[in-house]
């Protein structure tokens, strides 16, 4: 996913799309524009001549649905991991020899961190990019999934939600205010529409795929297969 955040925002993200602008020349009263065949001249008091100029962009509409579906995806996958503990509570719990309510905090420690991390981000995003931040928040994401494949103790466990916590609550704010920066006020509503569709996804197959998962080879075998998609690129 770092190699689809890469592709996701370029450099200059208004590049994306062709932009068209606008001018308006004036010719004075006595300027005169003669016809193609030269034998006659018309005459205008003002002339208004609109020049549309267009950047010269490839495919704007294919990299416009690009941006969306890695836009998407990323937040699809990101919420996935936030809200994966559900059906490994039981397990989980097995494992650590605590009863389920114990298990339970590790999703409080992930969504408080969330939260603390989705208030903070946005002047850190404003100041040093959309994405460098989003390559952080999902290079730390695929780091601590990955970690918490191999915690030994629920206590390790705990720290590792917290930091998942943390840099998962990066990327939603971060993508919305990357689609805020490129697309124009008339479609943005609906591109958050799509994208909050792309994220409500992750409870109805991404959850159900995780426990597909651990239910063939344990609660680990998710951390492990999550966390090393999210680095693989």
Same mark, same amino acid.
């Given at each position: 996913f770092l190699c689809l955040v890469t592709l996701l925002l370029p450099a200059n993200t208004t590049a994306l799309f062709q932009r068209n602008t606008t001018v308006d020349v004036k010719l004075p009263a006595? $300027?005169?524009? $003669?016809t193609?065949?030269?034998?006659?001249?018309?005459n205008f008091r003002s002339l208004s001549v609109r020049f549309q100029l267009a950047k010269v962009t490839s495919s704007p509409t294919v990299r416009q649905a690009r941006?969306?579906?890695l836009t998407g995806a990323a937040m699809f996958v990101t919420q996935t991991v936030g809200l994966m503990l559900a059906p490994l509570l039981v397990d989980l719990s097995g494992e650590f020899d605590v009863s389920i309510a114990t298990?339970?905090?590790l999703a409080a420690a992930t969504f408080g961190?969330?939260?603390?991390?989705?208030? =903070?981000v946005g002047p850190i995003s404003d100041s040093f990019g959309r994405r460098p931040v989003a390559i952080v928040g999902l290079g730390l994401l695929g780091?601590?999934?990955?970690? =918490?494949?191999?915690?030994?103790?629920?206590?390790l466990l705990l720290a590792l939600r917290v930091?998942?916590?943390?840099?998962?609550?990066?990327?939603?704010?971060?993508?919305?205010?990357?689609?805020?920066?490129?697309?124009?006020?008339?479609?943005?509503a609906r591109a958050f529409g799509l994208l909050m569709a792309?994220?409500?996804?992750?409870?109805v197959v991404g959850v159900p795929l995780v426990a597909l998962m651990a239910s063939g080879g344990g609660w680990r075998v998710p951390f492990l297969v999550i966390g090393s998609l999210l680095l693989a690129c």
């Open positions: 006595d $300027e005169s524009l $003669e193609p065949d030269s034998s006659s001249t018309l941006f969306l579906v298990a339970g905090q961190a969330w939260a603390i991390s989705v208030i =903070s780091i601590s999934v990955l970690a =918490s494949s191999f915690a030994s103790n629920f206590g930091v998942t916590g943390l840099s998962g609550g990066m990327i939603p704010p971060n993508s919305m205010a990357a689609v805020a920066d490129v697309l124009t006020p008339a479609t943005r792309f994220a409500s996804l992750s409870g």
